[in-house]
C-alpha cells in the first residue's frame, strides 16, 4: 500500500481521533433504553447507536490503499453491543470496502516485478558465480571481489524473495512480531548494505591498483573484506541494541519494519558509501584521463582492470539512481506515484543481473575462457567422432589374415 503520511504521521493522527472520540461521550444522547455506545476501534469513532441499527461513515482517509468516497458500516446489535467476530473473539470492523482496489491491484504488480527482478537477478548472480569458481585460472584479487559482490547481491535477493513470500502478505506474521521475523528483516537491511559496501570495494580496488601498481594483494584483499563484510556488520550490531532498548511503542512492532527515531545508524553507512564510493570513481577516471595509457608505469593498470572501471563507471547511475529520486517521491497519488513505484522497483530488484553482465557476462576473460572450453568440447567430440568412424571402417573394410578363419 502506498504511504501517504508515513507510519508516524498515522499514529499521531489516530491518537488526536481517539482523544477527540471520547471527549465527546458526554455529549451523546442515548436515542433510546437500548444502544451501543460510543467506540474507538482504532481508525473510526462510532457513535451512540440504537439497538438493531447500522452506523455508516466515510473509509478514513489517513489509511494508505483506503477510498474516503467509500462507506464503512458497523451494526448495533440487539441487546446493544457492537457486533462481534466469533473467528477473531472480538468486536470487529470490516474495512474491505474501504480498500481502493485499482491501487491494491497497482501494488500487486509492483510487488510482483520485485519477485521476478529479484529471481531473474539470483539466476544470473549464481551462474556468474559459478563460472568464476569454475574457471580457475582467473583467480585474483580483482576476481574474488567481483565473487563477493556478487555473493552479496545473491544474499539480499534471496532474502527479499524470502520476505515477500512469506512475511510481506502475511498479517498475523507481523502482528505477531516474533523473534525470526525480526531477525529476517535485521538480516535483509545488513544484506542491503553489504551491497553498496562491495560496490564501495569495487572502487576502491581500481583507485589502488592505478595509484599504487605494486600494493600487496593479499593485504589489500583482507581489508576489503573488513569493508565489505565488516561495515554492515558493525552497522547492525550497533542498531539492533538501540532500537531493542530505545524503541518506544509501535517502534517494536511489525517485525521493526516501521520508522525508528534512530534508522540514520543504518542510513548514514549507506548514504557514506555511495557518496564515497561515487567520489572515488571520479578520482579515478580523473587520474587516468591526466596520465593517459602512454604514461601508465611498469605493472600499471591492465586491460582486464580497464574494463572493470567501465563496468563500474556503467553502475553508478544505477546504484545511486532511488537514493536521487527518493527526495522526489510524488505524493499526489497516480499518475506520478505510479510511475515512481514501478521505475523504483525495476531499479531495485534488477541491480543484480546488471553487476552480473557487468562483471561476468560481459568481462572479457570470462568470454575467452567459455570460448576455450566451446572449442575444447567440440573438438574432443569431433576427435570421438572420428576415432568411432575409423574403427567401424576398419571392421567393415579388413578381411581375415593368414592363419585366420572367416567368421
Not at 519494519?257 to 549507506?270: A, G, L, S, W
Not at 576473460?365 to 568412424?389: D, G, H, L, P, Y
Request: with cysteine; net charge neutral.
Amino acid at each position: 500500500m502506498a504511504d501517504h503520511h508515513g507510519d508516524q504521521d498515522v499514529e499521531a493522527i489516530t491518537a488526536q481521533r481517539r482523544l477527540d472520540c471520547y471527549q465527546n461521550v458526554s455529549q451523546a444522547t442515548p436515542p433510546s433504553a437500548v444502544f451501543c455506545p460510543v467506540l474507538f476501534d482504532g481508525w473510526s469513532c462510532w457513535p451512540v447507536t440504537e439497538a438493531g441499527m447500522t452506523a455508516n461513515q466515510s473509509c478514513p482517509d489517513f489509511i494508505p490503499g483506503f477510498e474516503r468516497a467509500n462507506t464503512v458500516s458497523y451494526k448495533c446489535e440487539q441487546d446493544g453491543s457492537w457486533y462481534f467476530h466469533e473467528a477473531y473473539n472480538k468486536t470487529w470492523v470490516n474495512y474491505t470496502s474501504c480498500v481502493n482496489t485499482a491501487d491494491l491491484s497497482f501494488r500487486t504488480i509492483v510487488v510482483s516485478i520485485h519477485c521476478f527482478g529479484y529471481g531473474v537477478s539470483l539466476i544470473a548472480l549464481l551462474v556468474s558465480l559459478a563460472l568464476l569458481f569454475h574457471f580457475k585460472s582467473l583467480r585474483c584479487v580483482r576476481i574474488l571481489i567481483h565473487m563477493n559482490l556478487f555473493a552479496s547481491f545473491a544474499l539480499n535477493n534471496c532474502l527479499w524473495l524470502l520476505w515477500y513470500y512469506v512475511v510481506f502478505d502475511e498479517t498475523a506474521i507481523l502482528i505477531s512480531n516474533e523473534i525470526w521475523c525480526i531477525a529476517l528483516h535485521r538480516v535483509l537491511y545488513t544484506g542491503l548494505i553489504s551491497n553498496y559496501s562491495w560496490m564501495l570495494c569495487e572502487g576502491l580496488y581500481l583507485h589502488t591498483v592505478l595509484v599504487w601498481a605494486f600494493i600487496q594483494q593479499s593485504s589489500l584483499y583482507w581489508w576489503m573484506n573488513v569493508v565489505g563484510w565488516g561495515v554492515p556488520l558493525l552497522t547492525t550490531l550497533i542498531y539492533v541494541p538501540v532500537r531493542a532498548w530505545l524503541g518506544e511503542g509501535d517502534e517494536l512492532d511489525m517485525c521493526w519494519m516501521r520508522d525508528f527515531r534512530y534508522d540514520f545508524i543504518q542510513q548514514i553507512p549507506v548514504a557514506a558509501t555511495v557518496g564515497l564510493f561515487l567520489i572515488n570513481i571520479v578520482r579515478v577516471v580523473v587520474l587516468k584521463l591526466r596520465r593517459g595509457p602512454a604514461n601508465e608505469p611498469s605493472g600499471g593498470a591492465s586491460r582486464s582492470t580497464l574494463q572493470a572501471l567501465r563496468a563500474t563507471l556503467l553502475l553508478v547511475p544505477l546504484l545511486g539512481l532511488n537514493f536521487l529520486l527518493t527526495p522526489f517521491r510524488p505524493q499526489g497519488g497516480p499518475p506520478w506515484e505510479y510511475v515512481y513505484e514501478i521505475v523504483s522497483a525495476i531499479t531495485m530488484s534488477f541491480q543484480g543481473l546488471c553487476v552480473a553482465v557487468l562483471f561476468c557476462f560481459c568481462n572479457g576473460e570470462v568470454q575467452a575462457q567459455i570460448k576455450r572450453k566451446w572449442r575444447a568440447a567440440r573438438f574432443r567430440s569431433k576427435r570421438a567422432n572420428s576415432c568411432t568412424m575409423t574403427t567401424v571402417s576398419f571392421v567393415r573394410t579388413s578381411g581375415p589374415q593368414n592363419g585366420e578363419d572367416k567368421v
